[in-house]
């Protein structure tokens, strides 16, 4: 293992690496770091060497003066090194910042959308966010405080060698004890950081869960449980705390005194003075020995701050790491174009994980212009089919095609211009409604956006209850609009898009009725001469589609027309005398499974 690995930089150093302007920078802030230490202990050799030309029998206030001058000028080369090495970093960490989100902004554009999803938007976050900020601080300080503290002991225990040896040797007496106090500090180190990680975690994922589900904690249980669990996790915590404080105090205490500069300096002086009465040293030695002897030592101190800085960034970098490892979607060498709005899939076998296929050797073929529903019961496959089509992941076996070719063979860029979806969750962008609808063509007029709307039927409430109209902001996730609303926006967006293949996830699923008229009447608009594939809950909906595919357990149990599927007496007649019944269910006076409401 490399010394990187052994001190955790090297998940930080392979994201410094993406960038050579940033590379280039905080070697700058490291070797700015570097001078300014070099020139503090260059200037503290001049403020010794000044000090003894006073004590000289033919003192020359000349050399006096000399000294005296160096030591000014070196101490504010060291000032002004350091500062402008904090500045440098900060700058180039900064810039790590926009090179890291655009790098995974990209990363993410090119990833499987179903990896994405299936990653969640909170981890995303905060791996963008968080965790990209959190290397903010290892990178702006600790790159510039490093150079200082590995040059300045070593320029330190040089100068002592080159001024007066016998010191040098006083000094390394020192150090054994200093490194046996560091070495017992970080005993067990990694395994209670690790203890102390995973308790904090469950601390933060037990505050989650007793704030998020309050109403039903209230409602059931008081709060007894879950507080139960919430003081447990607690109660961890302070174990695991506590238990790395036990474990550190005695070796704290013995840190506190000996890497502190007060130890050193009384060797030095004890050690020093018999010296310098016995004529063996100098004044100026003994001043050199008290102003740089305890620098070797003093930068013990700022090694275990600065390990705390890389242990703490390194979690994040780990995760920026493991999401820039996440293979993009091949694109092809030669991509081909579709020739018309045919899907097909053929023999498909699809799975999330490989020992678990959730579709096995599927086929269904959707001719240009019909409509396609798919139905069956939860987990049957229906939404992973629908996935399939705009290529959100990668078949296992057998292939999609739209337009007569493979998805794999064609450009992610032209498959979703061919295919639009409209998902039963439908989503907007913290914006206008205009941009919202826009982002299917960005380079759409106001009169197309607006016919977009009207065909959607969006254009009336746009106009009529919103206060800016196609202006007004849609807040975020599109909180200001009721979901009917929001719905009908995705589908004018989707109209706007003008793609020959639409896929559509139940657009009414949760809507009201005053809402799902309207929206029903969008869908019917944007369904018009296009090949859909509908994933179908409410089967009244689907009773005059050219093709239903009643999907089970994976795989294709049936397909035909409603009245052919019904007669047929199979698993889609089962569902339909399902929704009947449930569609004849009321609360007052109803009777469902021998209960009266």
């Known amino acids: 293992m490399s010394a990187e690995d052994d001190t955790g930089m090297k998940p930080v150093l392979d994201l410094v690496a993406l960038s050579p ?33 006073l004590f000289e029998a033919d003192r020359s206030f000349a050399a006096f003066g000399r000294w005296a001058g160096g030591a000014f000028a070196l101490l504010t080369l060291s000032f002004f090194a350091k500062w402008l090495a904090e500045q440098v970093a900060h700058h180039a960490s900064f810039d790590l910042e926009v090179v890291l989100r655009r790098a ?48 300045q002991p070593v320029a330190a225990l040089i100068a002592l060698a080159i001024v007066q040896w016998k010191l040098l040797l006083v000094v390394l007496l020192v150090v054994p004890v200093a490194m046996v106090s560091f070495s017992l500090m970080a005993r067990d180190y990694t395994t209670q950081r690790e203890r102390y990680n995973q308790a904090a975690e469950d601390v933060n994922n037990a505050v ?158 959707v001719p240009a212009g019909t409509v396609c529903a798919l139905v069956g019961p939860s987990g049957s496959g229906k939404s992973t089919v629908a996935r399939l089509i705009p290529r959100f992941y990668d078949v296992t076996g057998g292939a999609v095609l739209v337009g007569g070719v493979d998805v794999r063979e064609m450009s992610s860029e032209v498959l979703l211009r061919h295919v639009t979806l409209v998902f039963q969750d439908p989503f907007l962008v913290d914006g206008t409604i205009a941009e919202n609808i826009r982002l299917a063509k960005p380079s759409a007029t106001d009169d197309e956006v607006i016919a977009a709307a009207r065909a959607a039927a969006a254009h009336e409430f746009i106009v009529g209850e919103l206060a800016d109209g196609y202006d007004s902001q849609v807040g975020e996730r599109g909180g200001r609009l009721s979901g009917g609303q929001r719905q009908r926006i995705t589908i004018a967006r989707a109209m706007l898009s003008d793609a020959p ?97």
């Open 21 to 53: 302007a940033v590379r280039s920078g905080l070697a700058r802030a490291l070797a700015l770091g570097a001078l300014g230490g070099i020139a503090a202990v260059g200037g503290y050799v001049c403020v010794a060497l000044s000090v003894g030309e």
């Open 104 to 151: 995974l902004a990209d990363a993410l554009a090119r990833m499987p959308l179903g990896v994405v999803q299936r990653t969640g938007s909170g981890r995303i976050k905060k791996i963008v966010q968080d965790d990209v900020a959190a290397l903010h601080n290892v990178v702006a300080d600790a790159v510039p405080f490093f150079g200082g503290v590995a040059a």
């Open 208 to 365: 989650v869960e007793f704030v998020q589900g309050m109403p039903v904690v209230r409602t059931f249980d008081d709060g007894r449980t879950s507080f139960r669990r919430f003081g447990a996790a607690v109660q961890r915590f302070t174990d695991a705390v506590g238990a790395w404080t036990e474990t550190s105090r005695s070796a704290s205490a013995f840190n506190r005194l000996v890497i502190v500069p007060l130890p050193t300096l009384l060797v030095v002086a004890a050690c020093g003075t018999p010296m310098l009465a016995a004529g063996w040293i100098s004044p100026a030695d003994l001043v050199l020995g008290l102003l740089i002897g305890a620098m070797p030592i003093e930068a013990i101190a700022p090694l275990m701050h600065l390990t705390n800085l890389i242990n703490d960034s390194k979690a994040g970098a780990v995760r920026i790491g493991e999401l820039f490892a996440v293979p993009p979607l091949p694109e092809p060498a030669e991509p081909r174009t579709p020739v018309g709005a045919e899907v097909a899939l053929r023999g498909v076998t699809f799975g999330y994980s490989p020992d678990r296929p959730v579709l096995t050797d599927v086929t269904i073929e």
């Open 501 to 597: 293949v639409v896929v559509l996830d139940e657009a009414t699923a949760f809507a009201d009725p005053e809402s799902e008229a309207a929206i029903q009447e969008a869908v019917a608009r944007l369904t018009v001469g296009r090949t859909v594939i509908v994933i179908a809950h409410k089967l009244n909906t689907i009773t005059g589609v050219d093709q239903i595919v009643v999907l089970d357990d994976g795989r294709v149990a049936e397909r035909g027309r409603h009245v052919d599927l019904v007669s047929a007496g199979g698993r889609y007649a089962s569902l339909w005398a399902r929704h009947e019944q449930a569609a004849s269910w009321g609360l007052a006076g109803t009777k469902v499974k021998g209960v009266t409401a």
